[in-house]
């Protein structure tokens, strides 16, 4: 089957001084859809996220090559990491920072597909995005602070993906929501990996979110050695 993201040949140590905490390790993701990262509290689901997203501290040894959606990457290259910082995304549980609550859900979405050097006028916006607001009734016309805890999230995920990534990272994306947002915000996340091709890794300590929505789980375990290990579910 088709590699969806894979990570080949993949360590990483603090300092030259640290035993490895990734001790070449591989992945690779072949069923679309969301993909669920699990493991106990300190097995590295935050470290791995941040070097996915191709930040590396200054002291800290990383090997390995990235591919995901056709492209790949080597972490060892600072070209490398920085592109692949550009098409990679987190989206935080203070989601809320990103939006501007007196706007509307259309004009948030129009400032959020400015470049660095925005012109004077507003950038239209694809018309999927109106089929996706009326599928999941988003009031765009609205302002934003009159919008649920869970359509502000799903407002927040839409103004991510005006940019053009290849990897979208969820922290915890339900943990502020009530059993009937978190699943409409779920069904929102669905519709926009299908819609998009975007890959995404998700963390979650919600087990009936990771039953009802993954596609794929990576498992990261502890070896003797202390070490990390990755299974694919």
């Known amino acids: 089957m088709k590699s969806l993201f894979s990570l080949k040949s993949f360590s990483f140590a603090f300092d030259h001084k640290s035993p490895r905490f990734f001790d070449n390790v591989s992945l690779e993701v072949t069923v679309p859809g969301l993909t669920f990262v699990q493991g106990k509290n300190g097995a590295g689901k935050s470290t791995l996220f941040r070097l996915l997203q191709g930040i590396v501290g200054r002291h800290e040894q990383v090997h390995g090559i990235v591919e995901v959606r056709g492209h790949q990457y080597n972490l060892e290259l600072a070209g490398d990491r920085q592109r692949l910082h550009r098409k990679s995304m ?42 996706f607001a009326v599928q999941f009734a988003l009031p765009l016309e609205k302002p934003v602070y009159q ?3 869970g359509q502000r999230q ?44 975007i890959s995404v890794l998700c963390v979650s300590h919600d087990q009936d979110i990771v039953r009802n929505y993954a596609r794929s789980i990576i498992e990261i375990t502890q070896s003797l050695s202390g070490s990390r290990q990755f299974t694919v579910k």
């Open 90 to 131: 987190i989206l935080h549980q203070s989601f809320d920072s990103m939006l501007a609550p007196s706007f509307t859900g259309f004009e948030n979405l129009q400032f959020a597909k400015f470049d660095e050097n925005p012109g004077l006028t507003l950038v239209p916006l694809d018309p999927q995005i109106s089929d």
């Open 154 to 197: 799903m407002l927040a995920m839409l103004m991510i993906t005006q940019k053009s990534l290849d990897l979208l990272f969820l922290d915890e994306p339900t943990a502020a929501l009530d059993h009937k947002n978190s699943d409409y915000l779920m069904r929102g996340i669905e519709q926009l990996v299908q819609d998009t091709g």
């Open 147 to 149: 919008f649920s805890g």
